[in-house]
């Protein structure tokens, strides 16, 4: 039987294929490519000594899917395809929608024609909103949410449970997932944004490599000890083998469960920009700018959950996240060349 991993050549699906296949599991591959390359998973490929079986396929295109549940023997999906640009979302919500919404439907839909009933869904931190207390635990209330992409993971955090509810063959994991960075230490794998990032590490490490000039740190006068906002940072190699132990959960038919996947220790902007400098000795120029819209001040978890129902818990601190960030990016400057 297979995991099917929807987004599995992207930046988190590509390193959680990479532990699943280290596990012994079976993976099969369905990504457009909207937002990745297929040398990623040539990359798995060599890290891993294993096949990997892929179907370039959108989630969207039911015939496509269900041609591929015909031929693999599904067990799981883990489900990462997705549309991920908060502002980009502000712009083309349409869009967003489309492809986040719609296409989980058609997914969801053709896993029940097949009976296959256990998902593990990517969620964000982003649904806690503005949060109303840190650290944030599981219960803390889902909070505003003010862009269309940050909807659609609440959406379908809701879609989800109510498919749950109502057929109790369903097992469901949503994985609020914090703020993933690193690399795979190999410094073959990594982040691969197109265009100019939107998110902190990729422009750091742009900056690094002398694509970008100087960062933008969107505010220092926040309610924080260096002004700056506080993140819960989490390599993404801890955040893939978090989906390994949710693979184990699934298969004791957990009904609905619901896991933050972070550190559980907060870092300013300023302390992301000093660590990297400090772990790879490039100087990163910045210059303050306004607040960025929409951003919250603090956002941090409590990761006790994971630890207990998961046994899982984050191994590598923010030096390791920056070395292998710098790693992939010094080796890779233009990101994968298909
Ligand atoms: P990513 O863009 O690298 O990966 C998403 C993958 O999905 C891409 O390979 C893309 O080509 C594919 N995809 C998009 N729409 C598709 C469609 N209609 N059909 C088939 N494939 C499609 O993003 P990522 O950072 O690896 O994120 C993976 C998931 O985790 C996303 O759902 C994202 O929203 C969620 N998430 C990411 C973060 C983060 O900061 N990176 C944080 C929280 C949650
Ligand atoms: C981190 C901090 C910025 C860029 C986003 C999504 C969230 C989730 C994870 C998917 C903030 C500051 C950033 C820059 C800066 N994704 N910053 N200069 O906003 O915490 O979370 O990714 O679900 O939904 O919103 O991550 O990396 O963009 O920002 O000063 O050029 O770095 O203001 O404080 P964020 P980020």
Redesign the pocket.
Known sequence: MSILV????????SHTVIELQNAGEEVVV???????SRESLRRVEKITGKPVKFYE????DAAKLEEIFDREAVESVI??????AVGESVEKPLEYYM?NIS?SLVLFNTMRKYNVKNIIF?????VYGNPSFVPITEECPKGKITNP?GKT?EMLEEILIDIQKADSEWNVILLR?F??IGAHESGTMG??PRGIPN?LMPYITQVAVGKLKKLGVFGDDYDTPDGTCIRDYIHVVDLAAGHVKAVSKLRKKPGISVYNLGTGTGSSVLDVIKSFEAATGVKIPYEVKPRRAGDVPVCYCDAGKAARELGWKAQYDLKKMCEDSWRWQKNNPEGYVD
């Open positions: 929807t987004g599995g050549a992207g930046y988190i699906g369905v990504d457009n490519l909207v937002n990745s396929a959108d989630i969207n489900h990462f395809a997705g549309l991920k492809n296409g990517s969620s964000s931190a982003t992409y993971k997932y703020n993933p982040e691969n998110n």
